[in-house]
């Protein structure tokens, strides 16, 4: 198929890489033009001087960029180029909002837009392993799915537009609680005269096993945040869902509390430390 790619960043660069290995015919574009000459320099393919020359003739238009005022200017230029009848994939975290305008927007030019967030971090997007939640139409979604399968363990359609974004809402909702209480538990062993190994070997096999205590509880313990997702996306992600949660009511109380736990993070220093630094201000002198 002939794709294009927008935004090469740490997830958009082996997600673009993993479609040239599939075989697709790749046109890649970033805002720094270095960074699509080094794609191109490692798989391939053509690198547009805008979004709108890497879109034309697209057939997939995939973008993976910074929030919702990003996704609104790359789609409005690469949507008057693209082939009748394309689909345009967004794998950027944004607001349910801005899914249904751009939606909305890519039906009233004859193409198709899917709201298609990840989950997996850095580590799955190199290894395919992302876990994809979309939101758009049956037709459109079948015609996205095979393609970004490439870097995909897991891809579930939730719903029309929006719903894709409203579910990654739901994942870091999850996420936030589970480090949190993560964070606390090896405060406390740590404050009891516990061995955190120990502990670990101990709980990790019963109920309060999770990915982040499997991953995350030795180098929390060892203070090393230097793993993926930072605080300042994360607290970025949490602000989309608190606004939604204004919108549609619910109540959101743990989830406020641990945005303002990382408030504290990045006033510590750790704007780019990862989301399991949350320990960090339980053990701060």
Same mark, same amino acid.
């Given at each position: 198929?002939?794709?294009?790619?927008?935004?090469?960043?740490v997830?958009?660069?082996?997600?673009?890489?993993?479609?040239?290995?599939?075989?697709?015919e790749?046109?890649? /574009?970033?805002?720094?033009?270095?960074?699509?000459?080094?794609?191109v320099?490692s798989?391939?393919?053509?690198?547009?001087?805008?979004?709108?020359?890497?879109a034309?003739?697209?057939?997939?238009?995939?973008l993976?960029?910074?929030?919702?005022g990003d996704?609104r200017?790359v789609?409005?230029e690469?949507?008057p180029?693209?082939?009748?009848?394309?689909?345009?994939?967004?794998?950027?975290?944004t607001?349910?909002?801005?899914?249904r305008?751009?939606?909305?927007?890519?039906a009233?030019?004859?193409r198709?837009?899917?709201d298609?967030?990840?989950?997996?971090?850095?580590?799955?997007?190199?290894?395919?392993?992302l876990?994809?939640m979309?939101?758009?139409?049956?037709?459109?979604?079948?015609?996205?799915?095979?393609?970004?399968?490439? /870097?995909?363990?897991?891809?579930?359609?939730?719903?029309?537009?929006g719903a894709?974004?409203?579910a990654?809402?739901?994942?870091?909702?999850?996420?936030?609680?589970?480090?949190?209480?993560?964070a606390?538990?090896?405060?406390?062993a740590?404050?009891?005269?516990l061995?955190?190994?120990?502990?670990y070997?101990?709980?990790?096999?019963?109920a309060?096993q999770s990915?982040?205590?499997d991953?995350?509880?030795?180098?929390?313990?060892?203070?090393?945040f230097?793993?993926g997702?930072?605080v300042?996306?994360m607290?970025?992600?949490l602000?989309l869902?608190?606004?939604?949660?204004?919108?549609?009511?619910?109540a959101l109380?743990?989830t406020?509390?641990?945005?303002?736990?990382?408030?504290?993070?990045?006033?510590?220093?750790?704007?780019?430390?990862?989301?399991?630094?949350?320990?960090?201000?339980?053990?701060?002198p």
């Open positions: 198929m002939k794709v294009a790619f927008a935004g090469l960043g997830m958009g660069f082996p997600m673009a890489g993993h479609l040239a290995k599939a075989g697709h790749m046109a890649v /574009y970033n805002r720094s033009p270095e960074k699509s000459a080094r794609w320099g798989h391939g393919g053509r690198a547009g001087a805008t979004a709108a020359e890497a034309k003739g697209a057939q997939l238009f995939i993976c960029v910074g929030n919702d996704v200017q789609v409005a690469a949507l180029v693209l082939a009748p009848g394309a689909v345009v994939v967004d794998h950027t975290t607001s349910a909002v801005v899914a305008e751009m939606g909305a927007l890519a009233e030019g004859g198709a837009f899917v298609a967030p990840v989950s997996g971090g850095q580590a799955g997007a190199e290894n395919g392993q876990t994809i979309c939101g758009g139409t049956d037709e459109a979604f079948a015609k996205a799915e095979p393609v970004i399968a490439a /870097y995909a363990k897991a891809t579930k359609l939730m719903g029309g537009s894709g974004q409203l990654k809402m739901v994942n870091q909702i999850c996420i936030a609680g589970v480090v949190q209480g993560l606390e538990g090896l405060h406390f740590k404050r009891a005269g061995d955190p190994q120990l502990v070997d101990a709980i990790s096999k019963g309060a990915w982040q205590m991953n995350r509880w030795k180098t929390m313990t060892e203070g090393k230097d793993f997702f930072a300042d996306w607290r970025k992600d602000g869902v608190l606004d939604e949660a204004g919108r549609n009511g619910a109380d743990m406020r509390m641990v945005d303002g736990f990382y408030a504290e993070v990045q006033a510590q220093g750790g704007r780019r430390w990862d989301t399991s630094s949350l320990v960090a201000r339980l053990e701060k």
